[in-house]
């Protein structure tokens, strides 16, 4: 069993930037993929970005390359998403992820066992 929780989220500015945490409890991310989905109001879930936490290049959904980075300390046990130049489209509840997909599947969420609560980001146009 795995929990996951993260913090960091706020309100900001359209260009503005935030830094996204997620540690786990119970258990580390092992040999598990770790990913960042958001849900915004009326949406379902989308992916974010993701990366296998023993090594691997990472993967992110089109409309954040080149503004988003995920980013993880062994050492701390840590997920990081560094979120620049935001936009109010980003605005959504932002959840963190463990599981084992296959790269093909990275994106698809219901192949993650193990989610956190959520953070808010909140863009302001």
């Known amino acids: 069993q795995v929990a996951l929780e993260e913090s960091g989220g706020g309100l900001v500015q359209t260009g503005g930037s935030l830094r996204l945490t997620c540690v786990a409890s119970?258990?580390?991310?092992?040999?598990?993929?770790v990913a960042w989905f958001r849900q915004a109001p009326g949406k379902e879930k989308e992916f974010v970005a993701g990366i296998r936490w023993s090594a691997g290049n990472p993967y992110y959904t089109d409309s954040v390359k080149g503004r988003f980075s995920i980013s993880k300390d062994k050492a701390a046990g840590a997920l990081y998403l560094q979120m620049n130049a935001l936009e109010a489209e980003d605005t959504a509840v932002y959840y963190c992820a463990v599981g084992r997909p296959i790269v093909s599947a990275i994106a698809s969420a219901s192949m993650y066992y193990y989610w956190g609560q959520g953070t808010q980001v909140t863009v302001s146009s």
């Open positions: 119970g258990s580390s991310f092992g040999s598990y993929t």
